[in-house]
């Protein structure tokens, strides 16, 4: 049972970067699924979630109108395209899913498990 994400890199300013996260052992239909991240020093923060029970997504602050999150059922992966990147993105990302089924109760992280190693995104001004 793992999650793995990939897609994290270096990149400059106002580019753009594709995240993914694949699970194995589990399912992700039926759960609220997020991404989070942890910059140096800072504590971790949720990002975006993908909750196909009700089609919605939700996404903090600060990256609202940059940032989209899907989610395939299929292919039981979880995607994060990131645009106009800025160096303030910098972190670890991770993704994670909801403990309990059909419920979405935000971005705590005391929700989720089966969290992922997480995949390093570096910008650069």
């Known amino acids: 049972v793992q999650s793995v994400e990939s897609g994290g890199c270096s990149a400059q300013a106002g580019g753009s970067l594709r995240l993914s996260c694949s699970a194995s052992?589990?399912?992700?239909?039926?759960?609220?699924v997020s991404w989070f991240r942890q910059a140096p020093g800072k504590e971790r923060e949720g990002v975006a979630a993908?909750?196909?029970?009700?089609?919605?997504?939700e996404y903090a602050d600060s990256v609202k109108g940059r940032f989209t999150v899907s989610q395939n059922d299929d292919e039981n992966t979880l995607y994060l395209q990131m645009n106009s990147l800025k160096p303030e993105d910098t972190a670890i990302y991770y993704c994670?899913?909801?403990?309990?089924?059909?419920?979405?109760?935000?971005?705590?992280?005391?929700?989720?498990?089966?969290w992922g190693p997480g995949t390093q995104v570096t910008v650069s001004s």
């Open positions: 994670a899913q909801e403990r309990v089924l059909r419920v979405w109760r935000g971005f705590d992280s005391r929700w989720y498990h089966n």
């Open positions: 993908s909750y196909t029970v009700t089609g919605s997504t």
């Open positions: 052992g589990y399912t992700y239909s039926g759960y609220a």
